[in-house]
């Protein structure tokens, strides 16, 4: 049978000169790129949470495009230096958080 045409451009064509201007500066590498961009982002969505229903950390994780909170931590922390809750109460921004609804359980009743 006749093999199946290839396309002319490859993927790997479309990401050669991405790739290639990492490798003139060694310290940031696409993986380190998107990290940055990542937290970047969260930091933006943070300034802006009220007007994105994110309320805590778990939300803004998830909205920023981590995989889990844990996932913001780290990278937060090499990264920023500081866990993400210091480092957005250093840069005066303050997360809605969800109120805790009483359900009348032993520590609830009134």
């Known amino acids: 049978p006749p093999k199946p045409k290839r396309s002319t451009t490859r993927d790997s064509d479309f990401f050669?000169?991405?790739t290639?201007?990492?490798?003139?500066?060694?310290?940031?590498?696409p993986r380190h790129l998107a990290r940055v961009l990542r937290l970047q982002r969260m930091l933006s969505l943070a300034r802006n949470a009220h007007a994105a229903d994110i309320l805590g950390l778990a939300d803004l994780a998830a909205a920023?495009?981590?995989a889990d909170q844990p996932h913001m931590t780290r990278d937060?922390?090499?990264l920023a230096g500081l866990p993400p809750?210091?480092?957005?109460a250093e840069l005066g921004i303050i997360l809605p958080v969800r109120k805790l609804q009483d359900h009348g359980?032993?520590?609830?009743a009134s």
């Open 16 to 18: 050669r000169p991405v």
């Open 64 to 66: 920023a495009g981590y």
């Open 20 to 29: 290639h201007s990492f490798t003139r500066l060694p310290c940031l590498t």
């Open 76 to 78: 937060c922390r090499r």
């Open 85 to 88: 809750a210091r480092l957005l």
């Open 105 to 108: 359980g032993p520590h609830g």
